[in-house]
């Protein structure tokens, strides 16, 4: 039995106006996407992908299982993509950690990534990073084509060369690895490793034991350095490896020869990396992905199209006052409308009275609009993971009902994971916490 403990935090960061990313902490399986793509296809490709993830995980768990479900996530977005023109282009990273069996009584960390979020591996006090980034300047490192250090200002580093969506290619890079306990991951979307260096991210794991207080502090130290992007961050502890620790080092002790025992003591940090390339699939490394489509992680907001302006005939003083308060009504009557479809055209989870509940309308309201009530669950907000507080308590829009639901879904299944079969586990996300943070209740009435 592996215990894990997790915790995680997600934020719009200083310069965005939208949170694209999206968390998935539900115990045994971790993970973050980074959506990108105009209007809010960014936002809906990482939702989509994460809860196809998580469906497609839950009904087969297993390191197969997690590649199919990665692949299975693929297809749902990529249908996504093709339902709306709105959606057409997005996609999404997905960097996952899965506990998964293996054989009869063992387990594993299968670890997957496609797109450049990163997962990291503090262990031995040592930090780790132990997937490859798919964008371009790091294929071109790898290819030789780029020194390391050119590669880290390379200002093409935001050109993905391999995501979920439009750019699946060879799919993710699979890899496991044997956990033990005191090991922490780090899984993250770019918000967080293009402000926050390496040696900042190993010092905050070294100090702050709390998984979710971590996440947290590096979330913060990425919002202080800039926040130009969206950060998110999920921290997984393996709190009990069920004795593998131990049973590693008595093998050790019992070993009569001192040469080889000293031997195996000294490459802790090489036997890590060892490990690594053991649980590389073959698959995963091709460097010669020079071919595949890459696609630029900017924005494109699309311009609305300029109103027509009529002009009105004017024959006479008075009928030229008359026609100006005529197309006077007419604009303040459009504009009326158009901000009543605007306040009214969309809907929101937020906070009624303690319970996160689906609203009509945009929090806070606007104008005379004021949001409704569509439909209240009985997850209260003291029971929202800490990830989304935040997010819950500002109220999240989305751009449909069908789409508030979902979110409300998946906030639901992240506050009472599913509980696993042959693990126990603490995650951090479950018990809730008693001291409500204060929110801005939006009122009901309309
Ligand atoms: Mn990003």
């Known amino acids: 039995m592996t215990g894990l403990r997790s915790g995680s935090a997600t934020d719009v960061g200083r310069r965005r106006n939208l949170n694209q990313d999206m968390i998935l902490e539900a115990h045994p399986i971790f993970a973050v996407a980074d959506g990108m793509g105009g209007h809010q296809g960014g936002e809906v490709a990482s939702l989509t992908a994460i809860e196809a993830l998580r469906d497609a995980f839950r009904r087969e768990a297993g390191a197969d299982g997690l590649e199919q479900a990665i692949t299975a996530a693929n297809t749902a977005v990529a249908e996504k993509a093709r339902s709306s023109a709105d959606l057409r282009g997005m996609g999404t990273t997905l960097a996952v950690v899965a506990l998964v069996a293996d054989g009869d ?14 997962i990291y591996l503090m262990r031995n006090g040592e930090l780790t990073q132990l997937t490859d980034d798919h964008s371009l300047p ?89 926040g130009a992007d969206n ?24 070993d009569p020869r001192p040469a080889r025992r000293a031997s195996a003591l000294m490459t802790a940090d090489e036997r890590n990396a060892e490990l690594r390339e053991l649980g590389r699939n073959e698959g995963g490394a091709g460097g010669a992905g020079g071919g595949a489509s890459t696609r630029a992680r900017s924005e494109t907001w699309e311009s609305d199209a300029e109103p027509d302006v009529h002009e009105m005939p004017s024959r006479r003083v008075t009928g030229r006052v008359i026609a100006f308060l005529l197309v006077l009504l007419l604009v303040l009557g459009g504009a009326a409308a158009a901000i009543g479809f605007y306040a009214r055209g969309s809907y929101y989870v937020g906070l009624d009275d303690g319970y996160v509940a689906i609203f009509r309308g945009r929090p806070g309201g606007l104008l005379w609009f004021q949001p409704t009530v569509e439909e209240t669950s009985k997850l209260t907000q003291s029971a929202v993971p800490d990830a989304y507080a935040d997010a819950v308590a500002e109220g999240h829009e989305v751009t449909s009902r069908a789409d508030a639901e979902r979110y409300l879904a998946n906030l639901v299944d992240t506050a009472n994971p599913s509980p696993p079969a042959a693990t126990t586990s603490t995650t951090t996300a479950v018990p809730p916490d008693t001291t409500p943070t204060t929110a801005a209740t939006p009122t009901s009435t309309p």
């Open 105 to 118: 009584d063992d387990e594993l960390l299968a670890v997957a990534n496609i797109g450049d979020s990163r």
């Open 231 to 254: 950060i998110s961050v999920v921290v997984v502890d393996v709190v009990d490896d069920a004795g593998r620790a131990e049973t590693a080092s008595e093998v050790l002790a019992d």
């Open 138 to 226: 790091q294929e071109l490192l790898r290819q030789g084509q780029l020194t390391e250090a050119e590669a880290a200002v390379d200002p093409r580093r935001n050109i993905v060369t391999r995501v979920l969506g439009p750019s699946f290619g060879e799919g993710p890079d699979m890899q496991n690895l044997i956990p033990y306990a005191g090991d922490r991951i780090v899984i993250c979307s770019d918000g967080l490793y293009n402000e926050v260096t390496d040696r900042d991210i190993a010092t905050v794991l070294r100090t702050i034991a709390d998984p979710k207080e971590a996440a947290r502090r590096l979330v913060d130290e990425a919002n202080a350095n800039g």
